[in-house]
């Protein structure tokens, strides 16, 4: 009997997503992979009876429902999905059309919930099942000028795995909510990076951040997204996974500053914080 879980990953297609899969096929796992073109995700991974590539819109519940349908007939059943899709979208808060907010949530937050209620209907049946969602270290640390709407978006990922992780503890489900810093993907160019349509110039944080990250960070950031999949299997392994997990020494650094200036504002305000009770 075949005790190795079976995995549903979505945004296969590159980066961190196609790192996973090829890591989870080659230590024999069977996984189902979505990408919104299924020619370039077969010419990436290559032909394995342990592979089933899905292209899938993560926007349309049909065509959710139908992946998650698909994964169950030809594996028998999921036990890891791991939302991984989600692209960034620089600009700031006055820059940004409602369009260009709503895009970025409809993909990053909307299609991980399309993912999550069609596969947890499955998952509770079983009793058993582990969710992970890919936040970012801007979705616990925001200060960044210029990726506000970004910023939201993976706060809301973190945010609703929280509530999920105590929605879902007694029918045997756990969550974990990854926070990756920089890894040396493509995320920083093409599709996975969209600028605003009407950029204004007064805003000279946002413009010289932006430039920095196309043309500084692009290329050397830390992190190897081999060893990202390497661990996210390993959180998998462990008998009590983690709700929170920095992935990357900036994030963890970034994570630990963060908590630090908390602790202090906490200190410094504990008084007139407690001043508004009855």
Known sequence: MDTKNIWFVTGASKGMGLSLVKKLLSEGYKVAATTRSIENLENEVGDTDNFLPLEVSLTDEKSVKNAIS????????????????????????????????????????????????????????????????????????????????YNATKFAIAGLTEAFSAEAASLGIKATIVYPGYFRTNFLEGSSLCLADNPIAEYKEARELEAAHINQIKGTQPGDPDKAAKAIIQLAATNNPPLHFFMGSDSFELAEGKVATLKTALSENETLSKSTDF
Do not use: C
């Open 70 to 149: 698909k994964t169950i007939e030809a594996f028998g059943r999921i036990d890891v999905v791991v939302n991984n899709a989600g692209y960034g979208q620089l600009g700031t808060i006055e820059e940004l059309t409602d369009k260009e907010a709503r895009r970025n949530f409809d993909i990053n937050v909307f299609g991980a919930l399309n993912v999550m209620r069609s596969s947890l209907q499955h998952l509770r049946q079983q009793k058993s099942g582990y969710v992970i969602n890919i936040s970012s270290i801007v979705g616990f640390l925001g200060t960044f000028p210029g990726w506000g709407i």
